[in-house]
């Protein structure tokens, strides 16, 4: 018979309280902040900076091959941990506040440099800012999944979490655009301002730290409190065990599944995030006050699809949902654009064409895009319960990796594709709206529609194999009850 482990998930179901829930879905609100502030990264070092957009989208990919690696190294290292505060706290107090220090001097590059310079400043940084997000986020989302068991209650915990990281990415987007991006004498395109950058990273950086620390220091007595669960210990080398336990989670039908389909979905999320302001500005020919409007519209779609989807998810299958969810974001987002290129779209004089670009491409996209979003976290937990009956020892950290790694390609491979897309469109540094060609402008476009729908069909034929049905998880759950209720009986 196999060790004991010493700490595990809570030995009952129970229900998350109004504080743990709201407390620990705090931690969300800076990972949004971090996807609204990328959607301006490229954009800012490229068309503010003047270094060329496939440039920046190499550094970006540097440390997002770098967080291929780190992401499950840390992931097993959060599964063995064994410290007073539990496995997951010591990581998220500890980077927390580094994080927010980064996040800024991202930002605030000195005066002076060249493009080589930027680049030099540029790279270190994020390797930072992915390593130290890597010790916050893996831990952060496994221990999620340590907080129940319960089939629709981690939907409802995915729910609230991607309900704080959508502020937190609104906030971010309808900060910059109302207010430090606005227009100024100087600057008719407030987005094109140099000086407007670094006091909003000074900002978000301090509210990054704060809620961060907040998060997991208001948490760290429900980390305290997990209980023990019988089972054999995780063991082995701390450099080979992350990569051994990575390929015992990938003999699971719905984690490969799920796994190659969420990493695709986000790096298509991450080309559009990236491409944001080249097409709003060139292709759609709108200012930031308008971009800002088609903002709330798509965040008024994910947080109506949120409610939506989660009630939709005691009905039907997870799976499910993530198919329709990536189905009618693909219609919906994509069609425009080719509607546009074919000149089926209302000419920019009609007064149609603003609202109906808003609302297909803003609200109706990103209604669809919320099934898939809190979905994942919660597919991952069953996950979890899975992998438990298997082997007797829950390995959030590992399983989780993979959601933490797709965050990463939104905000690495994403940005990579957007740059080459950039320069093989010819949009140059300092280009002006009204300099773009018909050519660049078709170009653009298409190059976002086709690389969207290519991504996202991809991702539907790895998502289509996931297997772990409600059914199945409820027999899962029944089985690892027995067992706590007879500590003797283990998997072979």
Request: aromatic residues 12%.
């Given at each position: ?28 609100l ?55 505060m ?5 990581y ?21 440099l ?110 305290q ?83 939506f ?83 007797g ?38 280009m002006?709206?009204?300099e773009?060609?018909?050519?660049i ?34 027999t ?17």
């Amino acid at each position: 018979m196999s060790k004991t482990a010493e700490v595990s998930a809570p030995e009952s179901q129970g229900t998350l309280s109004r504080r743990l829930l709201a407390w620990y879905s705090l931690g969300a609100l800076p990972g949004g902040v971090a996807l609204g502030a990328g959607s301006f990264l490229v954009f800012y070092y490229n068309q503010v900076l003047g270094v060329p957009a496939a440039t920046v989208g190499l550094a970006i990919l540097a440390a997002s091959i770098f967080d291929a690696v780190t992401d499950p190294i840390v992931g097993a290292i959060s599964d063995r941990t064994r410290s007073r505060m539990g496995r997951r706290h010591p990581y998220m107090l500890a980077s927390a506040v580094p994080l927010g220090i980064v996040f800024t001097l991202i930002w605030v590059p000195p005066d002076g440099l060249g493009e080589r310079g930027l680049v030099a400043w540029l790279v270190p940084l994020l390797l930072m800012q992915r390593l130290l997000g890597t010790f916050y986020a893996v831990p952060y989302l496994a221990f999620g999944a340590e907080l129940t068991h319960d089939y629709h209650e981690r939907t409802a915990l995915t729910t609230v979490r991607a309900y704080l990281s959508s502020i937190g990415r609104s906030l971010t987007g309808a900060a910059l655009l109302l207010y430090f991006l606005r227009p100024t004498e100087q600057y008719p395109d407030g987005q094109l301002n140099p000086d407007a950058y670094p006091p909003f990273a000074i900002l978000f950086g301090l509210l990054t730290a704060i809620t961060l620390f907040a998060s997991a220091w208001r948490t760290r007595s429900d980390g305290q409190r997990l209980t023990t669960v019988r089972g054999p210990s995780l063991s082995g080398s701390i450099l080979w065990a992350p990569f051994r336990d990575v390929r015992d989670a990938l003999r699971y039908r719905s984690f490969r599944a799920l796994t190659f389909g969420v990493l695709l979905q986000y790096t298509a999320f991450g080309v559009a995030d990236a491409l944001g302001l080249y097409v709003t500005t060139f292709f759609w020919g709108v200012s930031t006050q308008i971009l800002f409007v088609w903002g709330i519209g798509m965040f008024s779609g994910m947080y109506v699809g949120f409610d939506f989807w989660r009630r939709v998810g005691t009905r039907l299958e997870k799976r499910s949902i993530y198919l329709i969810g990536t189905i009618g974001y693909v219609a919906s987002f994509t069609a425009p654009y080719v509607l546009k290129v074919l000149g089926w779209w209302p000419s920019p004089e009609s007064w149609i064409y603003l609202p109906l670009y808003i609302a297909t491409t803003g609200f109706v996209a990103h209604f669809f895009s919320a099934g898939p979003t809190i979905m994942t976290g919660s597919m991952l937990g069953d996950i979890t319960d899975l992998d438990e009956l298997e082997i007797g020892r829950r390995r959030e950290g590992v399983i989780f990796g993979a959601e933490s790694l797709a965050y990463k390609l939104f905000v690495g491979i994403g940005p990579v594709i957007a740059g080459l897309l950039i320069d093989f469109a010819g949009i140059t540094p300092d280009m002006q709206p009204g300099e773009a060609t018909q050519s660049i402008v078709v170009a653009l476009g298409l190059g976002q529609g086709a690389t969207m729908a290519v991504l996202l069909a991809i991702s539907l034929t790895f998502l289509r194999k996931y297997d772990l049905t409600r059914e199945r998880h409820r027999t899962i759950r029944r089985v690892l009850e027995t067992r706590r209720a007879d500590p003797g009986v283990l998997p072979n």
